[in-house]
């Protein structure tokens, strides 16, 4: 299994900002995913984030707006960027068990972007 | 478009009743996840499937994937109010190392 911690656990942010949400992994993961959950919706993979090499995202999403660091193997962040009340989400970041494959998944951060 | 197509949306059912939730891909599957979501709050994992036919149960909750790994089902017996949630199918598609998700079934159970 894996214990993810991610930071913060909710934030209220001004429109036109950016936020960092950091994801600490208790162990040594390959891939970390980003995924965002839009109020009453289920969620939607951001970007695919390996350690050493550029995140890669999915249809709608660029770097630009949600720029991602992995530099190391425990370790990522997401950033979202100048930020809109459209922006106001669930992010959670996941990692998938070596052996199991079950994807393990964070508390969450919840924005709301006023 | 959505990859993985879940059904019904909502759903309210009398405490007691039987309900099966049911989750539909355009595409091979290399692993089908079953998640729980209390409202507001992070997912809870129940079951992993990944074996075309295979069927896991656990306590009232038992999930099926069909021979194809296209499709699977998620079955409550006897539904409590503690079962109430969102349930999300979850998969990685066969050759992308990339999971996706389901669109969510909101169940209610009346007490």
């Known amino acids: 299994s894996a214990v993810i911690s991610q930071k913060p656990s909710r934030d209220i942010c001004q429109r036109g900002t950016s936020l960092t949400i950091q994801c600490q992994v208790d162990s040594q993961v390959t891939m970390m995913f980003w995924y965002r959950q839009q109020p009453g919706q289920s969620l939607t993979l951001i970007a695919t984030a390996n350690q050493g090499s550029e995140a890669t995202y999915e249809s709608g999403f660029v770097i630009d707006k949600f720029p991602i660091s992995r530099p190391n193997l425990t370790f990522s962040t997401l950033t979202v960027s100048n930020m809109s009340p459209e922006d106001s989400s669930i992010y959670l970041c996941?990692?998938?068990?070596?052996?199991?494959?079950?994807?393990?998944f964070g508390e969450g951060s919840r924005l709301t972007v006023l | 478009s959505q990859e993985l197509e879940q059904s019904p949306q909502s759903l309210i059912v009398q405490e007691g009743k039987n309900l099966t939730i049911n989750c539909t891909s355009s595409?091979?599957?290399?692993?089908l996840y079953w998640y729980k979501q209390k409202y507001g709050e992070g997912l809870i994992f129940l079951m992993m499937l990944q074996k075309g036919g295979e069927e896991k149960s656990h306590e009232k909750i038992t999930a099926k994937l069909d021979e194809k790994k296209q499709q699977s089902s998620l079955h409550i017996t006897a539904s409590q109010p503690s079962h109430a949630g969102i349930y999300l199918c979850?998969?990685?598609?066969?050759?992308?190392?990339?999971?996706?998700f389901g669109t969510g079934t909101r169940l209610k159970v009346l007490a």
């Open positions: 996941s990692v998938a068990g070596v052996n199991t494959g079950e994807l393990f």
């Open positions: 979850g998969a990685e598609l066969a050759g992308t190392y990339k999971y996706i």
């Open positions: 595409k091979t599957l290399y692993g």
